[in-house]
């Protein structure tokens, strides 16, 4: 029988906390609903502890295999009777007007589409506020989620729509669908504490925080591009990966961006602290490369540059980065994490300037040093190395531009790319 809100909870390995997750929900002021517990093929007495509950308002589902948080949640949505879903955590648990406030706010404000709250730390009782506003919401998303999670409500509706949870994200598939959900239309919290959140050795942000945070990487550079693509001015050119591959410089575009869009000089004063705090750091220590390196530093400052930005002649303020980048070529070429998408992007990005072309000497110390990447990799592919396509696509544009054509047309013969 249909409800009006379907709260969904994932749990595994939780025997120490999740009864007060249900109790939690059971003692709601809000009667309206039913709990979906999806039992991730626990290993200690949590499926015990869930169906002791004979409440009719609790539909238990055990996985038969560990497939994980997030994939639990999608399938707790797919037996969701709800027109709201609420996600709530095992190890965390609602005040008693949860729902009740969420849902009297979701029924009063037709487009918004899924709203959070504040929450309360336990243990320790620290209060955290939720961000209200949409607008800050959006730029708070460019750094970091803002959101916590178990506090969201979001309308079944557009979580259909979105498909859910992109299982592909392990461990931070809920920062990836809250972007989702922002870029899809308004998101909000309630300032209130509608839940408490349980910090514990055993949560997922502890015990995978390297694996989260690579994903967490991933998913904001992909908001980051969303956000600057979907706010830039007719005449601002696209974003791509390259440009926001340092996560701080990514934002400071994003924020120069938002600035021009909204009118607001705040976002470019934002913009220009985190660029100093960038400058402040900059050395030879900075590894070569695209991601959280020199190349991505180097190619989100051109893109400030040639969009006016940030001001300065690019060949003056580059000349010192350049001949640092070259001086280390030799070295780095041969080795096996060396970012060939990020030098080769870097070169192309550099020699489309048309002023680099009347000065002869500068020109030669591209040219040489292009050649010289060239031959480095027309060496590992035919010692059997096969490049990616980012790699390939690259080498498509030098050839369009008639730059080394005979040795583009090779590695683009052998990759069946001519």
């Not at 249900?22 to 609903?33: A, E, H, K, P, Y």
């Not at 955590?89 to 037709?110: F, G, W």
């Amino acid at each position: 029988m249909p409800v009006q809100v379907s709260v969904i909870m994932p749990v595994y390995n939780m025997v120490e906390f999740v009864g007060q997750a249900i109790d939690s929900i059971l003692q709601q002021s809000f009667s309206d609903f039913e709990l979906i517990v999806i039992d991730d093929a626990s290993e200690d007495e949590t499926d015990m502890v869930v169906q002791s509950y004979k409440d009719q308002l609790i539909i238990f589902e055990r996985n038969n295999c560990n497939i994980g948080n997030y994939a639990s949640r999608n399938r707790g949505m797919q037996l969701a009777q709800g027109k709201y879903i609420a996600v709530m955590d095992a190890d965390d648990i609602a005040m008693p007007d949860r729902l009740e406030k969420q849902v009297s706010y979701l029924e009063k404000h037709s487009d918004v589409l899924a709203v959070g709250s504040g929450c309360i730390s336990l243990p320790g009782g620290i209060l955290r506020e939720g961000l209200s506003s949409y607008r800050k919401i959006q730029l708070a998303l460019l750094s970091n989620n803002c959101f916590v999670h178990s506090s969201l409500m979001i309308r079944k509706d557009i979580l259909l729509k979105l498909n859910g949870y992109n299982e592909r994200y392990y461990y931070s598939a809920d920062y990836d669908l809250v972007c989702r959900l922002v870029a899809a239309g308004k998101v909000e919290n309630l300032i209130e504490p509608l839940v408490g959140y349980r910090y514990h050795p055993f949560q997922i942000s502890v015990l995978h925080k390297e694996k989260q945070q690579f994903f967490a990487d991933e998913i904001r550079l992909k908001y980051q591009m969303n956000f600057i693509n979907r706010y830039k001015k007719e005449d601002q050119s696209l974003v791509g990966r390259a440009e926001v591959s340092v996560s701080s410089i990514g934002q400071a575009i994003a924020y120069y961006t938002y600035a021009l869009y909204s009118g607001d000089v705040r976002y470019k004063q934002e913009a220009d602290e985190l660029l100093d705090q960038v400058f402040s750091v900059l050395s030879a220590a900075i590894p070569a490369r695209l991601d959280c390196g020199l190349l991505g530093i180097t190619c989100g400052m051109i893109y400030m540059l040639r969009n006016n930005f940030i001001k300065g002649d690019e060949d003056e303020i580059f000349d010192e980065i350049d001949s640092l980048l070259f001086g280390e070529l030799g070295v780095l070429v041969d080795r096996e994490d060396f970012d060939w998408y990020g030098w080769l992007y870097y070169f192309r990005l550099r020699i489309s300037r048309r002023c680099l072309f009347g000065k002869g000497a500068q020109k030669g110390i591209f040219s040489k040093n292009l050649e010289f990447l060239f031959d480095c990799l027309i060496g590992k592919i035919e010692k059997d190395w096969l490049p990616d396509n980012e790699v390939l696509f690259e080498i498509e544009q030098f050839h369009i531009l008639n730059i080394s054509k005979e040795k583009t047309a090779y590695i683009l013969g052998v990759n069946g790319k001519e």
